[in-house]
């Protein structure tokens, strides 16, 4: 039969590494910068990680330097995009490209090396004896997942709270009036542009330390990263509605793998077991989801009523006359 | 007044932009507790000298002095730093944000965490200092213009500004809003503060500055002369160097039928809010029907209507007796309605393709054009080069990229493209905005000679005198519902303005019935 609980809680720990990603990106999308090469970026995450922790034997000091190379792919994402003002959509396909490519080629023979030293998993004392959510929640999860639970409301707070927050939403909004007002739109728009290369990286490092670990080519994050940009629109920007759809979409994966196992399902012949194929059809529908919400979210009416940040994929030149 | 220090002085700026000389060897000065009016065309280099002084763009040449300091401002922090805020033309607000977090935006204090509840209640405390009304949790896009403008001006009293720089800050405001700007300037000269007012509005000037110095095509034309014994027509000749003719030569109207007929319309804006609601109006052949409005008001949300470019919930757009009521543009183009759009580079041209391009796009599908699905390329190219001679549109050819070619010759091109059609509606929403006198004239001949051959014309425009001066009814439009109508011989503003503002008009009242 289908354990739901362990069905949910297998989906809050994967569903993590969708939302470090998609937070990365809310951050850099409320300051104007959209950036496709989520997926590049959390290759190039997972391969660092999973090399440097084989090679040192360290995973912290793996996912520190994951998030930095991820971080210094989404620097010239920034360059591109910001300084010589490319359109952010080929641009982040071309951090695409080099991520799967680069991390490819760095990461040949990796998967032969070995296992590697995993992060630990823990419980959490008292919260873990709630009833049905502390089995979910707080029962069995690595680090990552509870930092996961932090950082959701540490990027709501801080995006709507604070005055770097404030000044995050308007050079997103209206990057003229930030500027009039000596806010550096550039600095800010490079600065969360990096938040959300480093986010990305930490995403990756997620995936091949924790979630399902090792190295396996651009199987490793399998399109998570798109499935993150088109969560980004699905939250609405909103941190908190990007944790539920990320956990959502961690539960979903697992559900997929899971319907697949009984014969029956509520008192009938399960489809999925009987005829294998059916499961691909399943394993496609998070992506086909991903290609709705994109459809939808890019109608131009639809934009002002999802609140998208109204200078988004606009590049910004102080005093630009007309067009 | 002589004694009086100066709060600003500019001494010889030059400012270039890529072959424009927009400020050349410009020279202005500012005396404490004056209202400053900086006066000339649209292009003579206003903005730009006040952008400069505002920290906005760097000078090529020439020196800023404040309060007997020569200084350098690097950008407009370092500027309200000096004491000197600017209030834009286009409002530099953030609609998505409520007031206070507008007017506390770019600052370094509170530093990290904001205590909104006792910051609202700072803003509020200013307000009252001021006069200013506004309420600080509003999100801006639930402003009026009116109350935008006030909430830059607290934005720059909230820095400490003393020196206010306001860029036509009458251009988008009812008259009775420019009555109450008038007070609020009044007073914040009255204690202490110096205002630059530019404008290109002889009466405004005259009403409310002390002094005034003229720019034409970069240069000084008048320097600090007071407002005191000067006359409208001196002002005018200073500006554009020639006199100018107030009126617009036009016969009287001669309506024929009815040629539009709007029943009932209601449409939601972009945000789904109600932007039209029962909207009725009639425009007959040989009439300009002339529609006054403030922004916002449902007025580009009608024109989007009746062109096709806007579903609406409710109600009929009758074209000479047929609904094309959420039907697609082309039906509107088939029942030949020209619209002269507000977003000249959006829905009006496609920027990226040539001028011949553009003016072929409502007739593309048409013989001789085209012969099936193949376009005569020969015959667009004659007829693109006829158009632009006939238009008179400056460009270099008409394989010219459209977005290349500047507003007025833009406009010229779109106009063009309309009305070889043979429009018998022609939908034109702000032709004129932006344009300089010699364009805005050209399009007025237009308009005018529509109208003697007997074209319906419903002429949206936030000019007043525009209104005034070429059309037969004036109709008002406030919050998506239709204020009345006046005849334009014997409207007055302050009816205008009363229309604006929402109170109804002439017959309104029979109407509602």
């Known amino acids: 039969m289908i354990d739901w609980i362990v069905i949910l809680q297998a989906g809050v720990a994967s569903g993590t590494v969708l939302l470090f990603a998609s937070l990365g990106e809310i951050l850099a999308e409320r300051s104007g910068v959209m950036n496709l090469g989520i997926e590049g970026m959390m290759l190039i995450g997972a391969m660092t990680a999973y090399k440097i922790a084989v090679v040192t034997g360290n995973v912290w000091l793996g996912m520190v330097l994951a998030m930095v190379a991820a971080g210094v792919l989404s620097l010239l994402h920034a360059l591109v995009t910001i300084n010589f003002r490319a359109d952010q959509v080929v641009s982040g396909l071309a951090i695409n490209f080099v991520g799967i490519g680069l991390s490819t080629v760095l990461g040949e023979g990796l998967s032969k090396s070995g296992a590697v030293n995993l992060l630990p998993t823990f419980s959490l004392p008292l919260l873990s004896q709630i009833p049905v959510l502390g089995p979910i929640l707080f029962t069995n999860h690595n680090p990552m997942t509870y930092l996961g639970y932090l950082l959701t409301p540490a990027a709501w707070f801080y995006i709507n709270r604070t005055r770097p927050g404030l000044h995050l939403r308007a050079v997103g909004e209206h990057p003229a009036a930030a500027d009039a007002l000596g806010i550096n739109v550039y600095g800010l728009r490079y600065r969360y542009v990096f938040i959300g290369g480093l986010m990305a990286g930490l995403a990756g490092a997620t995936i091949s330390l924790a979630v399902s670990p090792g190295w396996f080519s651009d199987l490793t994050t399998s399109g998570q990263g798109w499935i993150a940009v088109g969560l980004v629109i699905f939250a609405q920007w909103n941190p908190w509605r990007a944790a539920a759809g990320s956990y959502m979409f961690g539960a979903l994966r697992r559900l997929i793998l899971d319907l697949q196992g009984p014969q029956t399902l509520l008192f009938f012949a399960n489809p999925f077991y009987y005829m294998p194929k059916l499961g691909f059809f399943l394993q496609m529908l998070p992506y086909a989801l991903v290609i709705l919400i994109l459809f939808i979210g890019s109608r131009e009416a639809m934009k002002k009523r999802l609140g998208t940040p109204a200078a988004l994929g606009v590049p910004y030149v102080r005093g630009e006359r007309g067009l | ?513």
């Open chain 2, 1 to 513: 007044m002589q004694d009086t220090p100066n709060a600003v002085e500019m001494r010889g700026i030059v400012k270039r932009f890529p072959g424009v000389l927009a400020n050349d060897h410009t020279d202005f000065d500012l005396r404490l507790g004056e209202v400053h009016a900086l006066l000339g065309e649209n292009g003579a280099g206003k903005s730009t000298l006040m952008n400069v002084l505002a920290g906005m763009y760097k000078p090529d040449e020439g020196q800023i002095i404040v309060k007997g300091a020569q200084v350098r401002f690097s950008s407009p922090r370092d500027a309200i730093a000096a004491g000197l805020g600017m209030i834009h033309q286009h409002f530099m607000l953030v609609p998505t944000q409520t007031v206070t977090e507008n007017i506390i935006l770019g600052l370094s204090e509170p530093h990290f965490y904001l205590p909104m509840a006792e910051l609202d209640k700072r803003v509020m405390a200013l307000q009252e200092q001021y006069g200013l009304k506004v309420d600080p949790r509003a999100k801006i896009w639930q402003l009026s213009v009116g109350e935008q403008q006030r909430v830059e001006i607290l934005k720059m009293l909230y820095r400490g500004a003393r020196v206010l720089i306001m860029d036509e800050p009458t251009a988008v405001l009812t008259p009775q809003e420019v009555d109450e700007l008038f007070v609020t300037l009044r007073s914040m000269t009255a204690s202490g503060h110096s205002i630059v007012f530019i404008s290109h509005k002889l009466d405004e000037v005259l009403a409310i500055a002390n002094r005034v110095t003229v720019l034409r095509h970069g240069k000084v034309t008048a320097s600090g002369l007071s407002t005191i014994g000067v006359t409208k027509a001196q002002l005018a000749l200073l500006m554009v160097g020639r006199e100018v003719v107030f009126s617009v030569d036009k016969k009287p109207a001669v309506p024929g039928e009815v040629a539009l007929s709007i029943d009932d319309i209601c449409a939601e804006n972009d945000r789904g809010l109600p932007a039209l609601r029962n909207f009725s109006l009639q425009v007959r052949q040989g009439e300009i029907i002339g529609m006054v409005g403030v922004a916002g008001n449902g007025q580009s949300e009608l024109a989007q209507v009746i062109t096709g470019l806007r579903g609406c919930s409710c109600g009929r757009v009758l074209i000479a007796g047929e609904d094309i009521a959420n039907m697609k543009p082309y039906a509107a183009i088939k029942r030949h309605v020209a619209h002269v759009p507000e977003d000249r580079h959006g829905v009006g041209s496609s920027p990226g393709l040539s001028l011949a391009d553009n003016l072929i796009m409502k007739n593309y599908r048409e013989s001789p054009v085209s012969k099936g699905w193949v376009l005569n390329r020969s015959v667009v190219r004659k007829q693109a080069n006829q158009l632009k001679t006939e238009y008179d549109i400056i460009a270099p050819s008409i394989d010219v990229q459209a977005r290349l070619l500047s507003g007025g010759n833009l406009q010229k091109a779109i106009l063009a493209r309309e009305m070889s059609a043979g429009p018998k509606l022609i939908i034109a929403v702000q032709p004129t905005r932006g344009l300089d006198v010699g364009a805005i004239e050209a399009v007025h001949k237009v308009l005018l000679q529509e109208r003697e051959k007997g074209t319906a014309i419903l002429l949206i425009s936030e000019e007043l005198e525009e209104i005034m001066a070429l059309a037969d009814r004036i109709v008002g439009i406030y919050e998506g519902k239709n204020m009345g109508e006046l005849p334009a011989q014997t409207a007055t503003l302050t009816q205008i303005g009363l229309m604006m503002a929402g109170t109804p008009q002439g017959s309104a009242q029979t109407k509602e019935q």
